[in-house]
């Protein structure tokens, strides 16, 4: 017996992080995967991928922004969010964090094309710290942003 073709996941790119938006993307990602599916092909996950966005407000205020698009895309069925990338350097501190009140949230933080050793000490303590409490699913990566008009670190 043949085995079907498997699909990791089928991602819709948020330009709208709200949840009218959220509820676009989840219409998208059901009727895709509803597609694949009718032609026998395994999609494994779904995922909404949010806008950029920077991590100056503070944590608790970040988190709750977060958490709630965590809620309006697990109302709708769609598994996972990403966040990212992040794009203020302060955000190391503030991913494990995050990560730890969410479930279903991943992220990155941007990195610029010259890492400084304190950008690079950030990045280590950050993925450190994700590796002792996550058991195993590590949600975290950096990213090189590539068009720097996007992206405060020069």
Request: aromatic share 6%.
């Amino acid at each position: 017996m043949e085995r079907p073709l498997r699909l990791r996941t089928i991602t819709y790119f948020l330009s709208d992080a709200s949840e009218e938006g959220i509820a676009a993307g989840a219409a998208f990602l059901q009727a895709a995967q509803q597609m694949y599916e009718d032609e026998g092909y395994v999609v494994q996950t779904t995922r909404i991928a949010a806008p950029q966005r920077h991590a100056s407000q503070p944590l608790p205020e970040l988190t709750a922004s977060i958490k709630e698009l965590e809620g309006w895309a697990a109302g709708r069925r769609v598994k996972f969010v990403n966040i990212g990338p992040l794009l203020d350097p302060e955000a190391f501190d503030k991913v494990p964090h995050i990560l730890r009140d969410t479930r279903h949230v991943s992220c990155s933080v941007a990195l610029p094309r010259r890492l400084t050793p304190k950008m690079a000490l950030g990045a280590a303590k950050c993925i450190l710290e994700l590796a002792s409490m996550t058991g195993g699913r590590f949600p975290f990566c950096g990213t090189n942003i590539k068009d720097h008009r996007l992206s405060p670190l020069q």
